[in-house]
């Protein structure tokens, strides 16, 4: 077999240019605006990224994320033990109260609300109201903020949404003048 020296070379520089490892990649808390087979509005997820670009993801139930991203359960998206919810200003979630104390109940507001960023009302799985502009998913002006806290890559509002960004996602939630934009406009 005759092979030309173009072709030997390009199939010599692809074997060269390693693809995107896993072992490369970093682990990272998140979520998504779909709902989940378990009947909850939204999913989370560790997710793994390298360069920005999601590779896999592993879904998680709202405790352990609570847990491991306060630093009180063993986690690869949380290797230090940082208090994440600490870290970027969350309240009222993680592991400790304002006094210092330790959190019984382990629930978290700000993730029990992100279904609000996509419904209207909580159709029986959550009460009360949601910030949407339409039944089942935000207008387009909140497609835009959304977008705001999701890679460039990622342009669908559903997510994913990881690292940093979503912690800033979950503290903006917390603010009610936030939260009047989004919901009403301004």
């Not at 997710?47 to 590779?55: F, I, Q, R, W």
């Not at 630093?71 to 200003?89: I, Q, R």
């Not at 339409?134 to 999701?150: H, M, N, V, W």
């Amino acid at each position: 077999m005759c092979w030309s020296p173009h072709f030997a070379l390009a199939l010599a520089c692809a074997l060269l240019v390693p693809e995107p490892s896993v072992a490369q990649a970093r682990q990272e808390f998140g979520f998504s605006l779909n709902p989940t087979a378990q009947g909850d509005l939204h999913a989370l997820f560790i997710y793994t990224v390298h360069d920005g670009v999601v590779l896999n993801h592993v879904p998680m139930r709202p405790k352990f994320f609570v847990l491991q991203a306060s630093g009180l359960m063993e986690s690869k998206a949380n290797l230090e033990s940082v208090d994440l919810f600490d870290h970027y200003g969350i309240r009222d979630c993680g592991a400790w109260t304002d006094d210092g104390t330790l959190r019984t109940d382990l629930e978290c507001t700000t993730l029990q609300d992100l279904w609000k960023l996509r419904y209207r009302n909580g159709m029986g799985a959550q009460l009360g109201t949601g910030w949407a502009g339409e039944e089942f998913r935000p207008s387009d002006r909140q497609q835009i903020i959304l977008q705001l806290y999701r890679k460039a890559e990622y342009e669908h509002w559903q997510g994913p949404y990881f690292g940093e960004d979503a912690f800033r996602l979950l503290r903006d939630m917390q603010d009610p003048a936030w939260v009047r934009t989004y919901a009403q406009g301004g």
